[in-house]
């Protein structure tokens, strides 16, 4: 009997320490990330879906993980093509990992909040029209000049996906979430300067985010275990 209890409790603590090895075996890691964008809402009416990227830098102190970066989409205008506007901010994103008892494969679930800029750039050319003689005599473009639309607004996204292991190193990450957004108010600027600002906000939108991307861990030890060893019972 003490010898099987001995053995129980040296299985449990093997079981306790076994790190979660699809999840990256360095403590900090570098992610990149190609996006594919859907949006839809009041706020987004006339523009398509379309491609994007992130970089995130991540730190993973157990099976929990969080991470910040930056990320970007472009997205075409409906009704002219040649024309799109650009989505663009920073955000923070927590992750929880569930051991499935895979050495290679880890499912997780997310949550994001971001800070997030719609933005297009405008140019206008201005013609300037003078009379001599009572005929009108058209210059061509006298001033053309670049403003920019945009509004801001706090994104919340939840979701999920899973990790692969390619090498100790290397992760591949495959995820979905979904997100809504309410922008403030539309402002036009030339440069630095506010031209005018729109009384109200400009609506509110969702979102459909599919990922893959690969992180690798930075450094060279592994990240220490975030459970306790447990030691196994002495003989008496």
């Known amino acids: 009997m003490r010898h099987r209890s001995t053995l129980a409790a040296i299985c449990a603590a093997a079981c306790l320490t076994t790190p979660l090895v699809a999840q990256s075996a360095q403590r900090w890691s570098l992610q990149a990330s190609g996006l594919y964008v ?49 989505l663009s901010g920073v955000f923070f994103e927590p992750r929880r990992v569930f051991d499935i008892g895979s050495s290679r494969y880890a499912p997780y679930i997310a949550a994001r909040l971001a800070f997030l800029k719609l933005a297009a750039d405008i140019d206008i050319i201005a013609d300037r029209v003078s009379r001599a003689n009572d005929a009108q005599v058209s210059l061509a473009v006298a001033r053309r000049a670049e403003y920019e639309l945009s509004a801001t607004g706090l994104q919340g996204n939840i979701g999920g996906g899973v990790l692969a292991k390619l090498t100790p190193r290397v992760n591949l990450d495959l995820g979905v979430t979904l997100g809504a957004i309410r922008f403030g108010t539309a402002k036009l600027k030339q440069g630095s300067t506010v031209i005018s600002e729109s009384d109200e906000s400009t609506g509110t939108g969702q979102n459909v985010v599919v990922r893959a991307g690969l992180a690798i861990g930075l450094g060279g030890g592994a990240k220490k275990s975030a459970v306790p060893a447990t030691r196994p019972a002495t003989r008496r």
């Open 38 to 86: 859907g949006l839809f809402g009041n706020a987004y009416e006339g523009l398509n879906s379309g491609p994007g990227g992130e970089v995130q830098v991540r730190v993973t102190p157990s099976l929990w993980s969080y991470g910040a970066g930056l990320q970007y989409s472009t997205h075409s205008i409906e009704s002219n093509s040649d024309y799109s506007v650009g």
